[in-house]
């Protein structure tokens, strides 16, 4: 196929190229013969397989199933791209690389490639679909198993803000403040915003577990049973890996504490650059110095809301993050643009 392309590039077309288009046919139509959909991928618009490309055009216009779809999926053009214009040449094959085919339903990553695309084809932007790329955030922080499942089992990525609040469930870690700032944000935003709470019981002292009942029935009072979640309620105690990815996975921490002797929690969040919300005290002062965002521990849960929500409003960084991941990962794309292209009745240009 390399020794072939170079002769392309050159303008020349072979005995050699027939021979491996017709060969290819062969294989697509055996390939193919129980498929519903083909998402050809670059295919019809780059030139580094031509003998692929028509291949796949042969097959298209004497072979193709009446029920079969073809999606043509564009991320590059060689006919406008100007590191390809010495490779392009009048006439067969290259002329399959800007004409639009028929029967086919043409995508983009990007309107920016749409409109090229369009020019190129002569097309309107209506028969032209964007579909961007995406990223798997789950991959990409190479989460543990643990961390999967959290995100899994209480439907994380559908958030639209996650607050975590690392700490064993004692008093004075003030984690009812939480819940109750937790319930103001959701009603001032109209957010869906989650709160995880990573620790279980303090082991020193009984009354915690009367705290932790205490917490779930002011869970239950606030409405929060699916926003407040409890990793310990889950049977789970994260590991230190596990918390990692919680700091990368959350948009701010939220720490009410009324008493620490430092607070670890606010250097974790500054490695992961989290925006942080916590308790005016002073040992927490002493560590968030400038950088962190302070409040009240026993204040207004409608007013540190707000200001927590002030916060995120104008950090950059939390819109961006936020689109992402709403718009951008391979779940919500293939979910909200790829399915629905598939399920439409009528797929193909007349």
Known sequence: ?????????????????????????????????????????????????????????????????????????????????????????????WDLLRTPWPGVRHVTVSAAQQARLAALY????????????????????????????????????????????PARLTRRKNIEMALRILAAFRAQTRLDARLIV???????????????????????????????HFLYEMGITPDDDTMADLYHLTDALVFPSDREGFGIPLLEAGLARLPVFCADIPPLRETGQGAAHFFDPHGDPDYIAAHIANGLDHDTAFHLRRRVLSQYTWKSIVKERVIPLLQRSTFRDE
């Open 1 to 93: 196929m390399l020794a072939i392309k170079e002769q392309l590039d050159r303008g020349d077309v072979k005995q050699d190229f027939a021979a491996l288009r017709d060969r290819l046919l062969s294989l697509l139509s055996n390939a193919l013969i129980r498929s519903d959909v083909l998402i050809a991928h670059n295919i019809l618009t780059l030139h580094k397989n031509l003998a692929l490309t028509a291949a796949l055009y042969d097959y298209l216009t004497t072979r193709l199933p009446g029920h079969m779809t073809i999606l043509a999926w564009h991320h590059d053009l060689a006919w406008d791209d100007p590191r390809y214009a010495s490779d392009m040449h009048n006439g067969y094959p």
């Open 122 to 165: 002569g097309l309107p932007l209506e028969r032209i679909e964007v579909v961007p790329p995406g990223v798997d955030p789950a991959q990409f922080f190479r989460w543990t198993a643990v961390a999967r499942r959290i995100v899994d089992e209480l439907h994380l990525m559908e958030a639209g803000v996650l607050f975590l609040l």
């Open 198 to 228: 990573t620790g279980p019981p303090g082991p020193h002292n009984p009354a915690n577990a009367a705290y932790l009942t205490s917490l779930l029935e002011l869970q239950r009072d606030l409405s929060l049973q699916d926003a407040a």
